[in-house]
């Protein structure tokens, strides 16, 4: 696609259970980077992929989140035993990757899906 | 830590009128600087960055920013203001690659007619 998907777009999950949330990067994108936004905040970071592997996980707030991207293209979050504090937007960016030196790629973000927890 | 500051929650303006937003940033070295804007709905879209050279840096939608090293400051700026500027807009700051955002926590444009 042109730019960045994310689905659902909404989820309501009732507080325990377990949501998974799906992230398609722009085609041939290496990186992919998972943020979450809660309300009247700027956008948290997660975690960050680089093809298939997860290169940094020290934004994830518990134990109860895991994010994957078992092909180095698709990304999924899940959350289990999901609690009202979970309750935010998560965004999905993704972006090329330049090997050697210093360089910048820019993160194309997707909507986003707003999580609501009850 | 590396941290943003953004000293106005919501800022409103008449349309026509000149625009700056603040952002303070700390971090140990030059860092690199963004400023994204979000619209209901939307993701978030990428108005201009710096790296480095000219202080000045001009992105989309005639909105322009000026790095101020001494103040550690990053404000964007637009000369006329349009309704369809009305959205969130966040400045950021990055390591080295572009890894690991950090975003301030917004600036809501509201703009009259």
């Known amino acids: 696609g042109a730019g960045v998907s994310q689905s659902p777009r909404y989820k309501v999950a009732k507080r325990g259970q377990d949501v998974a949330l799906r992230c398609d990067p722009i085609?041939?994108?290496?990186?992919l980077f998972w943020y979450q936004q809660a309300l009247g905040q700027g956008p948290e970071f997660l975690t960050y992929f680089q093809n298939e592997a997860q290169l940094d996980k020290s934004g994830l707030p518990s134990d109860r989140f895991f994010a994957e991207r078992p092909e180095g293209s698709v990304s999924t979050l899940k959350i289990q035993r999901t609690q009202q504090e979970d309750s935010a937007v998560y965004l999905c960016?993704?972006?090329?990757?330049?090997?050697?030196?210093?360089?910048?790629?820019?993160?194309?973000f997707g909507p986003g899906t707003r999580l609501t927890v009850l | 830590a590396q941290s943003v500051t953004q000293p106005d929650i919501h800022i409103t303006v008449s349309e026509g009128a000149s625009l700056e937003l603040r952002c303070n940033y700390s971090?140990?070295?030059?860092?690199?600087l963004f400023w994204y804007v979000q619209s209901p709905g939307q993701g978030l879209q990428l108005l201009l960055k710096?790296?480095?050279?000219?202080?000045l840096v001009q992105g989309i939608k005639g909105f322009e920013a000026e790095f101020k090293r001494s103040q550690s400051s990053f404000n964007l700026r637009k000369p006329s203001v349009h309704w369809s500027d009305a959205a969130e807009y966040f400045c950021?700051?990055?390591?080295?690659?572009?890894?690991?955002?950090?975003f301030g926590a917004g600036t809501r444009l509201f703009v009259k007619a």
């Open positions: 960016a993704s972006s090329l990757w330049a090997s050697g030196g210093v360089s910048y790629n820019e993160q194309f």
């Open positions: 085609s041939g994108h290496v990186s």
């Open positions: 950021a700051v990055a390591h080295t690659g572009g890894f690991k955002t950090i």
């Open positions: 971090y140990g070295a030059t860092p690199y």
């Open positions: 710096y790296f480095s050279g000219d202080t």
